[in-house]
């Protein structure tokens, strides 16, 4: 079975840091682009980064470049997501996402990991 | 980046139903375009990729059509379970951006 599991989140200040972490199982995790999906309280998804199959190549949102970092450890079966200078505004439920094999779209989700910054 | 404005942000209606959601990005994308399904509590389901592809096991009702900038999903006969809040998201380019929602309720 296709799982993805994420960990990590939690209560920060606002200029604080976390890391969060998805561990994977079901696939070949390192054959797949893997993303990060968020969703603030109550509101729509917004894509946060992507990275491709072997770690070259990332994405990422306008607003967290610079302060979020995208990374993978492919004998680890686990996908990251480093958040530094969090802002209020980072505040959401954060999806650990798989895209398809031979298809340009997220085909799996986790279940998410909350993030809450205090101002 | 590409903004994809989806309308409209709410809809009204009844088991049996045909349910039209449109979704239109700023610039052409092709075909480039999904739509998820998302249920209160659970993460996103993948409906819909690159237009008109049906995913595995998601039910014939669904159907997307469009290319360019405007795109159209179809539910043809609402169900009890299809009652949800419902996005398209572009892959053509990065940033792959979200449509703002489209939440379905009963009428």
């Known amino acids: 079975e296709v799982q993805l599991v994420e960990s990590g989140g939690g209560l920060v200040q606002s200029g604080g840091s976390l890391r969060l972490s998805c561990a994977v199982s079901g696939f070949s995790f390192s054959t797949y682009w893997m993303s990060w999906v968020r969703q603030a309280p109550g509101k729509g998804l917004e894509w946060v980064a992507n990275i491709q199959q072997e770690g070259r190549e990332k994405y990422y949102m306008d607003s967290v470049k610079g302060r979020f970092i995208i990374s993978r450890d492919n004998a680890k079966n686990s996908l990251y997501l480093h958040l530094n200078s969090l802002r209020a505004e980072d505040t959401a439920l954060y999806y650990c996402?798989?895209?398809?094999?031979?298809?340009?779209?997220?085909?799996?989700w986790g279940q998410g990991t909350m993030v809450t910054v205090s101002s | 980046d590409i903004q994809m404005t989806q309308s409209p942000s709410s809809l009204s209606a009844s088991v049996g139903d045909r349910v039209t959601i449109t979704c239109r990005a700023s610039?052409?994308?092709?075909?480039?375009l999904n739509w998820y399904q998302q249920k209160p509590g659970k993460g996103p389901n993948l409906l819909i990729y690159?237009?008109?592809s049906l995913q595995r096991g998601v039910p014939s009702r669904f159907s997307g059509s469009g290319s360019g900038t405007d795109f159209t999903l179809t539910i043809s006969s609402l169900q009890p379970e299809d009652f949800a809040a419902y996005y398209c998201?572009?892959?053509?380019?990065?940033?792959?951006?979200f449509g703002g929602g489209t939440k379905v309720e009963i009428k």
């Open positions: 610039q052409t994308i092709s075909r480039y």
């Open positions: 998201q572009q892959s053509s380019t990065t940033p792959h951006t």
């Open positions: 690159a237009a008109s």
């Open positions: 996402a798989r895209y398809g094999s031979y298809i340009d779209a997220i085909d799996t």
